[in-house]
């Protein structure tokens, strides 16, 4: 997915929330997967064979339903000459509202390519192919070690997880000279023997049966983590999945983090890596007398419109809808943002218009902030980034509004 933006993945991951609500009154909703090497007219024939077996359908409201469906997807296909690179998704069927049905039609190009063809009918959209596309594929095994203590974790997607901690009963050095000291040296080397040993089990319980495990990374302070792996501990197919060992401060959770940290080259194609890369130079440009950076809602807007907005950084959390509203009266119009538009929708009924004082505001239009922001800034020749809340990254943001900019130049 790294060719992908994060704002068509945010798109997409809120198109799918909404489709996971949507439900047929039956066996009504058509689902269409169709890989990019698929021909289009083997795509109709088989329309129209399912066509022909839906008109045997009992139920006379799903039979027209359903038929629907199939008029309005071959409808479709005589528009397309070709589906993208990844293929098409097409979902089509019937959604009541109220007293009212309405069919709704949804053309989806997926962010990584369809392998099967797919048609598929049932009272609900079927979204899991989409939703798989959406997730981080594979996970990277963690183990952060010296002689008093071990951490073993994962991380997966953006998440940085922790599975188990292990401590040692390593004694101490002594200073005691003659047989004492060397006595004291056998029984520290035999404990750390048998705790490299314990170590290498768990993490060969855990790893070995993690599926679609990508590799393992090593850290720790000392040299103790670069005997651990020479000496050949871990299991040989664990030991040939090793991606590198980095030098890291702690044995904990803390450890675990800075490990991600330190092998952030190893992750250049996932997600975590380039909103950590994006997030530092925010920060670096913040703390900067003149720094190139902004933050807040009025101010980031105010660089937008001047042009000066290069890469806009928008928490998930900042999630909010931009309303148009008009005067009934006068035709003045306002444009806020709110958090819930059937709330503000209410609470227009007590508002004077503020310029001719009427109680007479209504919504006119709204949509995603997000949404807006990302049209906006790319109007003005700029990106926008999506940043999650799952990493420490996103909640600096969070502190920050939610919402941010890496400039061209100040305004």
Same mark, same amino acid.
């Given at each position: 997915?790294?060719?992908?933006?994060?704002?068509?993945?945010?798109?997409?991951?809120?198109?799918?929330?909404?489709?996971?609500?949507?439900?047929?009154?039956?066996?009504?909703?058509?689902?269409? @997967?169709?890989? &990019?090497?698929?021909?289009?007219?083997?795509?109709?024939?088989?329309?129209?064979?399912?066509?022909?077996?839906?008109?045997?359908?009992?139920?006379?409201?799903?039979?027209?339903?359903?038929?629907?469906?199939?008029?309005?997807?071959?409808?479709?296909?005589?528009?397309?000459?070709?589906?993208?690179?990844?293929?098409?998704?097409?979902?089509?069927?019937?959604?009541?509202?109220?007293?009212?049905?309405?069919?709704?039609?949804?053309?989806?190009?997926?962010?990584?390519?369809?392998?099967? @063809?797919?048609? *598929?009918?049932?009272?609900?959209?079927?979204?899991?192919?989409?939703?798989?596309?959406?997730?981080?594929?594979?996970?990277?095994?963690?183990?952060?070690?010296?002689?008093?203590?071990?951490?073993?974790?994962?991380?997966?997607?953006?998440?940085?997880?922790?599975?188990?901690?292990?401590?040692?009963?390593?004694?101490?050095?002594?200073?005691?000279?003659?047989?004492?000291?060397?006595? @004291? &040296?056998?029984?520290?080397?035999?404990?750390?023997?048998?705790?490299?040993?314990?170590?290498?089990?768990?993490?060969?319980?855990?790893?070995?049966?993690?599926?679609?495990?990508?590799?393992?990374?090593?850290?720790?302070?000392?040299?103790?983590?670069?005997?651990?792996?020479?000496?050949? @501990?871990?299991? *040989?197919?664990?030991?040939?999945?090793?991606?590198?060992?980095?030098?890291?401060?702690?044995?904990?959770?803390?450890?675990?983090?800075?490990?991600?940290? &330190?092998?952030?080259?190893?992750?250049?194609?996932?997600?975590?890596?380039?909103?950590?890369?994006?997030?530092?130079?925010?920060?670096?440009?913040?703390?900067?007398?003149?720094?190139?950076?902004?933050?807040?809602?009025?101010?980031?807007?105010?660089?937008?419109?001047?042009?000066?907005?290069?890469?806009?950084?928008?928490?998930?959390? !900042?999630?909010?809808?931009?309303?148009?509203?008009?005067?009934?009266?006068?035709? *003045?119009?306002?444009?806020?943002?709110?958090?819930?538009?059937?709330?503000?929708?209410?609470?227009?009924?007590?508002?004077?218009?503020?310029?001719?004082?009427?109680?007479?505001?209504?919504?006119?239009? !709204?949509?995603?902030?997000?949404?807006?922001?990302?049209?906006?800034?790319?109007?003005?020749?700029?990106?926008?980034?999506?940043?999650?809340?799952?990493?420490?990254?996103?909640?600096?943001?969070?502190?920050?509004?939610?919402?941010?900019?890496?400039?061209?130049?100040?305004?």
């Amino acid at each position: 997915m790294s060719d992908v933006s994060s704002i068509n993945l945010y798109r997409l991951k809120k198109e799918l929330q909404e489709l996971e609500d949507k439900k047929g009154r039956g066996t009504e909703l058509v689902s269409l @997967y169709i890989p &990019a090497d698929k021909n289009l007219d083997d795509v109709m024939s088989q329309m129209r064979e399912e066509y022909s077996q839906a008109s045997n359908i009992k139920s006379k409201r799903t039979r027209k339903n359903v038929l629907s469906a199939l008029e309005t997807i071959m409808q479709r296909l005589k528009l397309i000459n070709r589906v993208g690179e990844n293929g098409l998704v097409l979902l089509v069927g019937t959604i009541p509202r109220g007293t009212q049905d309405k069919i709704e039609v949804h053309m989806i190009t997926p962010p990584q390519p369809i392998v099967t @063809y797919r048609y *598929h009918c049932d009272s609900q959209f079927y979204l899991t192919p989409l939703k798989e596309m959406l997730e981080e594929r594979g996970s990277y095994g963690l183990l952060v070690m010296d002689r008093r203590e071990a951490t073993i974790g994962v991380l997966k997607g953006k998440i940085v997880e922790t599975l188990l901690k292990l401590t040692s009963n390593v004694p101490g050095k002594t200073h005691k000279g003659g047989q004492s000291q060397a006595r @004291y &040296a056998r029984l520290r080397e035999i404990s750390a023997h048998e705790f490299f040993v314990r170590i290498a089990r768990h993490c060969e319980e855990i790893f070995l049966n993690m599926s679609e495990l990508k590799g393992l990374i090593i850290g720790g302070p000392g040299p103790t983590k670069d005997y651990f792996v020479k000496e050949g @501990y871990l299991h *040989h197919e664990l030991q040939k999945k090793i991606l590198n060992v980095f030098d890291v401060s702690y044995t904990n959770e803390f450890g675990l983090s800075e490990l991600v940290e &330190a092998a952030s080259g190893l992750f250049k194609d996932m997600d975590i890596n380039r909103e950590k890369t994006l997030m530092q130079r925010f920060l670096s440009e913040v703390v900067k007398d003149d720094g190139l950076a902004a933050y807040g809602d009025a101010e980031v807007r105010r660089l937008i419109e001047a042009g000066a907005v290069e890469t806009l950084l928008v928490s998930e959390e !900042h999630e909010s809808f931009r309303v148009r509203t008009v005067c009934q009266s006068c035709g *003045h119009t306002e444009d806020v943002t709110v958090k819930d538009v059937a709330l503000f929708e209410d609470s227009l009924a007590r508002r004077p218009c503020a310029r001719c004082n009427e109680h007479a505001l209504v919504v006119a239009d !709204h949509k995603s902030s997000i949404e807006e922001l990302a049209e906006r800034v790319k109007a003005k020749g700029g990106t926008t980034e999506v940043i999650s809340t799952e990493t420490e990254e996103g909640q600096q943001l969070v502190a920050f509004g939610g919402i941010g900019a890496i400039l061209r130049f100040r305004a």
